[in-house]
């Protein structure tokens, strides 16, 4: 498929549990089951694109894995100098992770991904990983893929970022893992912390002090991850959206991740007016638990604070803002430059295309509230801004092109769109 049609929807009440499971730390468990001793049993994990492609990086590289299914199990004697090219699809979690990992590892990796991955910067991972000793090349002295990688000793690192990316710190987590001294790394505000919660929960010793993280390098292995994956917050925002902007509507999404650092953007949400509710089930690797959306009348809110908690989200945030009145405006969040598509730049031509008045700034966007109106959209081959504007043709129809990006993180995400209104499909 190619486009869709979107007609707009009437209020509607739904429990979902079948929210696509966490991207993040789906390709987090694959990787970390390399470092374990034992075989680490992952559930729930996300069967999308992206993820599936590092679960086959890592039996690339030697790990042994079984899959009935429902449970993936995984162990490893070591990393092994793979045969194959190492292809991260469409994922830069996956390529900059993997960095980290590969970097004190004995042989050569070849890193590279789609298209659109290929013209991402890499440099932000692939320069700190070089000042320790890492070996690495690429195209535009080693900022876009593909990437070489030749195993090296690496040096113990005191890092100072200047960039809030849970991508990179968790590059130089790793790395740091097999440095030969402790490791600390300081970012200039609080990003996203999954690496640190499962590696710790897995017995390695990584202390957090405010913006510091500090990493003593194993002395052997981990112990195997025993973990399921909850629902992705970021896939569920989209429909936390929906029932926002749906006058009427409700929706229940269950078994979601509740990290502070992952549900920042329904804190947006709930500033802007909407009616949401958290409701703790289980904290072991992760606080998970269930997130009750309720319609009420939006307002603009300013996004200037805690960037990287939420930069996935904002896309779908605009959609919101949009719909809301007064205005909204998003500061100090240049990082949407790089991401699978320019989406500052996606997201101020899709709403103007919608009848929206958008004001572009390099670092973010100010968006007047108003109606929506029916549109066709280009998605840039972009997740998230493809679903972003699906979500928008629920207040007035749509038509959104260039669909299949968004098996790469939500692959049932039409099956649950068809409970609220009706999708017609085009090649």
Avoid at 117 to 129: G, H
Avoid at 327 to 332: D, Q, W
């Amino acid at each position: 498929m190619s486009s869709v049609v979107v007609t707009s929807a009437k209020n509607f009440a739904l429990s979902i549990s079948e929210i696509a499971p966490d991207k993040s730390i789906s390709h987090r468990s694959v990787m970390f089951a390399m470092l374990a001793d034992g075989v680490s049993e992952i559930e729930n994990f996300l069967r999308a694109e992206d993820t599936l492609n590092s679960l086959e990086i890592v039996k690339n590289l030697g790990a042994k894995v079984e899959d009935d299914g429902k449970t993936i199990k995984i162990s490893s004697d070591g990393i092994k100098e793979p045969f194959e090219i190492l292809d991260c699809g469409n994922s830069g979690t996956g390529m900059r992770l993997f960095c980290g990992l590969l970097s004190s590892a004995e042989g050569h990796f070849v890193l590279t991904g789609d298209k659109y991955l290929r013209r991402r910067p890499m440099k932000r991972v692939t320069a700190p990983l070089i000042s320790i000793g890492a070996k690495i090349d690429g195209r535009e002295h080693g900022d876009l893929a593909p990437l070489s990688i030749r195993g090296a000793s690496l040096k113990a690192f005191d890092y100072e970022s200047k960039i809030a990316s849970a991508q990179v710190k968790s590059c130089m987590i790793l790395a740091a893992l097999r440095a030969d001294g402790v490791c600390s790394y300081t970012e200039p505000e609080l990003s996203r912390d999954h690496t640190e919660r499962m590696l710790r929960g897995m017995g390695a010793k990584i202390e957090v002090d405010g913006l510091k993280t500090t990493v003593t390098p194993l002395e052997g292995l981990l112990l195997p991850l025993k973990i399921r994956v909850p629902a992705d917050p970021s896939s569920a925002f989209f429909f936390a959206v929906a029932a926002a902007i749906t006058p009427g509507s409700e929706v229940t999404l269950e078994g979601v991740t509740l990290n502070p650092t992952r549900i920042e953007a329904f804190k947006a949400l709930e500033r802007m007016g909407a009616d949401i509710s958290y409701e703790l089930r289980d904290n072991k690797y992760e606080p998970v638990g269930n997130i009750k959306v309720k319609h009420a009348p939006l307002h603009g809110i300013v996004i200037e604070d805690n960037i990287s908690w939420l930069i996935d989200e904002l896309p779908a945030l605009s959609i919101a803002m949009a719909c809301a009145e007064g205005e909204s405006l998003v500061k100090n969040a240049e990082e949407l430059r790089v991401k699978e598509s320019d989406r500052i730049a996606t997201v101020v031509e899709g709403l103007r295309a919608c009848g929206i008045e958008v004001h572009e700034y390099k670092d973010g966007y100010r968006i007047v509230g108003g109606e929506l109106k029916s549109a066709e959209v280009e998605s840039d081959g972009d997740h998230r801004i493809a679903m972003s504007f699906i979500i928008a043709g629920l207040r007035c129809g749509m038509k959104v092109t260039d669909l299949e990006c968004i098996n790469t993180s939500f692959p049932n995400f039409f099956e649950l769109l068809q409970k609220i209104t009706d999708v017609e499909f085009a090649k």
